[in-house]
């Protein structure tokens, strides 16, 4: 457990530029000629002259606002997205003093400026129109032979299903040629007129309207670059129909989210809109606009935080967030960028391969945060005016995952942590891979339909089974060989279902029992005990939206196992340890005022333990000889003191081990619904049930009632 726990036409694109900023400087406002718009250079990028995108907190309300932003001189002040952000512009004042005023404002969430984003596609003049793609036999593809079956198996995964209607997919980007013969038919069309609210405007669309133009308000998002019409024929070209080309999908609905203009440029907080506008549409028409696959061929060089939270909006909606990784050629890990590198389990980052299975040379990669590649160099696809061109880029990778998540939807009963899971599970493993996604490998649509079509629910195989409490337990992808031990260890039984069933419960509880958990998930758990006691009438001491972000505080790039796994994770405690401490709800209950004896007399007390002389004696001693507890590195190294003081341990460890079934597998507090009586009986029960049988799990029978019960299988699919 411990070391496996980790696309003939000349045109050009641009690489994406977004990024969440603090403070930076400023060139004068300039005319950009090539697109008409105000601009002002921040921190090396291209923004809107005079914008900025701002959270106000919460608690702030709509008249402070309005009179914080009066005193900015603003002449807009609308809404974008769906999280609370606004797009505010001054009249007088440059977007990076606006950043300046407003980053120092304790009511404010966040600002950045308003940048400008691009298209992800690369230029490639390429003559051949076979689509290497789906199937590779070896054609002669911009100046190199492919490698047979260098593909995504697309044949194999028709044999199952050939994609239907039932299912929308949004194409966020430079709109879509909706008149084109051999994308046409596949097009979303509005079931009838509708309407909603976008940046605070009322958008009325007619029936028969296509989508959402971000840039202009309207509901016609024609595209006028060519960009996004070729994504969109990856995802659904019309197939089998004597003409063109076909896509992963031969039957598709794809929407037109469009945001980027005939440049293929555009400001992020149009994309949030365009992104909002899928959401809201889905809302309102129900079936008629099932959205459940965003393909998002755009990147930003850095992180944008309003980005960020638009896709939990998305998540929350249980839509599947595909995002490219960018073709600067170089690690995501080391320069994160939105959307693909926020950490939001409905997101997929893909990176791009060529007709020989390689990394294409100007991918961007990332151990932990992009997850396969796909194809993206040299692929034949549907452009504007009936045309169809050889476009290159990790934004042409995407729209393969993307559509084999729709494929995967056409076929089977998945929700979004299930396709997303079969997806990741079902790669062919490269070489070229190893190393830069999670998975090390590349999409294959044809696994991934066989895994969703032959198994009652997804949880069944195995791969599967073992990402998931990855996921769920260590709030990471697997690393390889860890995933390859553990389903191993189950496949091993064969076909026996005895030996399968104990198999798995005992993988299962492995990942609570280890050694990655119990120094993340585990800490994290007694720092609450020790900090706080239990919840008001509860038995435990955390809820599930407190623990989760902690634990990814601590287990950040752990690997039991690996090369400085040890020091890494004395960093990550020491960083979350003082973190603690420092927010308001225990600065609160410990002021600074108390004695070192106090404070640590509390914490054990807390704790619910005695400890011996010598332990309270060293928990006090951080403190010096001070005689107050104003020390913030020392109040950290006293609390974990307690926090990993081992009779603690041992006292809270199947009350954590019984809290950790709700946690992990059914992803809720004990209290919450379906709980029937919404109170912690269901977790007493078990807790005095693992007590009575003293802490064996297999004979209580806990793990396999978790992992048999609906409502953990119902995650996934039925």
């Known amino acids: 457990m411990q070391s496996r726990l980790s696309r003939r036409v000349t045109l050009f694109f641009f690489t994406v530029v977004t990024t969440v900023v603090v403070a930076g400087s400023s060139s004068a406002q300039r005319i950009d000629d090539s697109r008409g718009w105000n601009i002002e250079r921040i921190n090396g990028q291209d923004a809107a002259a005079g914008q900025v995108i701002v959270k106000f907190r919460k608690s702030v309300s709509t008249e402070h606002i309005k009179s914080a932003l009066r005193v900015l001189d603003t002449d807009i002040d609308v809404l974008v997205g769906g999280a609370g952000a606004r797009l505010i512009r001054s009249k007088s004042r440059s977007a990076s003093s606006l950043v300046n005023e407003l980053s120092q404002r304790l009511d404010v969430e966040y600002v950045e400026p308003n940048y400008v984003a691009y298209g992800g596609a690369v230029p490639n003049d390429s003559q051949y129109s076979q689509l290497w793609n789906l199937k590779n036999t070896g054609q002669f593809i911009a100046g190199f032979s492919g490698v047979p079956n260098a593909d995504v198996k697309a044949e194999v995964a028709w044999d ?4 239907n209607t039932n299912t929308v997919i949004a194409v966020i980007d430079t709109g879509i040629d909706y008149n084109h013969p051999d994308l046409a038919a596949n097009v979303w069309s509005a079931p009838a007129p509708f309407s909603v609210i976008i940046a605070g405007q009322n958008i009325n669309c007619p029936a028969g309207s296509h989508g959402f133009n971000a840039i202009t308000k309207t509901c016609d998002p024609l595209d006028d670059n060519n960009h996004g019409s070729h994504v969109s024929g990856t995802i659904g070209a019309v197939g089998n129909n004597g003409t063109g080309i076909t896509g992963i999908n031969w039957t598709a609905s794809i929407m037109a989210c469009k945001w980027l203009n005939a440049s293929n440029s555009g400001f992020i907080s149009d994309a949030l809109n365009a992104i909002e506008f899928a959401m809201q549409a889905r809302q309102v028409l129900g079936a008629g606009a099932n959205v459940r696959v965003l393909n998002n061929s755009w990147f930003a060089n850095n992180f944008s935080t309003a980005i960020g939270d638009e ?15 960018g073709n600067n050629g170089t690690d995501n890990d080391v320069i994160p960028r939105s959307p693909s590198g926020h950490k939001v389990p409905n997101v997929i980052g893909v990176a791009a391969t060529n007709n020989r299975d390689q990394l294409w040379s100007s991918s961007n990669w990332g151990l932990t945060t992009i997850h396969l590649g796909a194809p993206g160099e040299s692929v034949f696809s549907t452009i504007r005016s009936g045309g169809f061109a050889f476009f290159s880029g990790t934004s042409m990778a995407t729209p393969h ?5 729709l494929l995967l939807m056409s076929r089977c009963t998945l929700t979004i942590p299930g396709v997303k899971g079969v997806l990741l599970t079902t790669t062919d493993a490269l070489p070229s891979l190893q190393d830069k996604t999670t998975t090390g490998g590349r999409l294959n649509i044809g696994k991934a339909m066989q895994v969703c079509a032959t198994n009652p629910n997804v949880i069944e195989n195995e791969p599967f089974y ?9 709030d990471r992808e697997p690393d390889q060989s860890g995933l390859t031990f553990w389903t191993n260890d189950i496949l091993v039984c ?12 005992n993988v299962s509880a492995a990942f609570f029992l280890s050694i990655a958990f119990q120094e993340t998930g585990y800490l994290v758990y007694r720092m609450y005990k020790a900090a706080y006691g239990n919840i008001p009438n509860g038995p435990v001491p955390v809820r599930l939206e407190e623990f989760s972000p902690d634990q990814s505080l601590v287990g950040q790039g752990i690997v039991v196992g690996s090369i400085g796994w040890e020091q890494k994770l004395e960093t990550n405690k020491q960083n979350y340890a003082l973190a603690f401490v420092s927010r308001s709800r225990f600065t609160t209950a410990y002021p600074t005022s108390l004695s070192p004896t106090q404070f640590v007399n509390t914490l054990f007390a807390n704790a619910g333990v005695t400890p011996a002389d010598d332990e309270r004696t060293a928990a006090v001693s951080e403190f010096g000889g001070a005689g107050t507890t104003s020390d913030t590195n020392a109040r ?52 005095n049930k693992l007590n009575q049988f003293n802490g064996n799990f297999a004979d209580a029978e806990m793990v396999k009632a978790f992992l048999s019960s609906s409502e953990y299988r119902q995650r996934f699919g039925p």
């Open 160 to 163: 199952f299903g050939t994609g």
């Open 311 to 325: 896709i939990q909006r998305v998540n929350t909606a249980n839509m599947l967030f595909v995002a490219l990784a």
């Open 401 to 405: 995952v993307a559509g084999a998540a």
């Open 466 to 474: 073992v990402r998931q409490h990855y996921v769920d337990f260590l």
């Open 494 to 505: 064969g076909s026996g279902p005895q030996c399968r069933e104990v198999k798995r419960i």
């Open 636 to 687: 950290s190294r006293a609390l974990r003191r307690v926090a990993e003081n081992v009779l603690l341990k041992q006292r809270e460890f199947n009350r954590g081990f019984v809290l950790m079934q709700y946690f992990g597998y059914l992803r809720r507090n004990p209290y919450d619904a379906p709980e029937p009586t919404l109170d912690f009986a269901g977790y007493n029960f078990w807790l």
